[in-house]
């Protein structure tokens, strides 16, 4: 059995204008994560931008769809960064004393 590994971050590839333009009609994903457990990859946290009114947010979702975090405006990679590591160490320390690492 091996750590969970974090596979490289998907970005939209869209232009923020574009993005944001399109979030006045439906939530539009900015970033996911997907770590791969045991050779499975799964997406595990999605950062997604939503616009209702003149109100500009990003929502840090996990992977049932649970908002963990909120932002004001268009949030970066920098901005979920420490969430994400924290929430791998923990499944690292949960595999490790489950002997699976």
């Known amino acids: ?37 045991d050779g499975s ?21 996990s992977y049932f769809g649970k908002v963990e975090e909120t932002f004001e405006g268009i949030a970066t990679l920098e901005d979920v960064r420490p969430r994400v590591e924290e929430w791998l160490r923990q499944v690292r320390e949960r595999r490790k004393q489950m002997d699976k690492l």
């Open 41 to 61: 990859v799964h997406v595990i946290w999605t950062l997604d931008l939503r616009v209702r009114g003149e109100n500009v947010r990003s929502y840090l979702k």
């Open 1 to 37: 059995m091996s750590a969970p590994i974090l596979t490289p971050v998907r970005r939209n590839p869209r232009p923020p204008d574009e993005i944001v333009k399109d979030a006045t009609l439906c939530s539009q994903k900015l970033l996911q994560f997907a770590a791969d457990l």
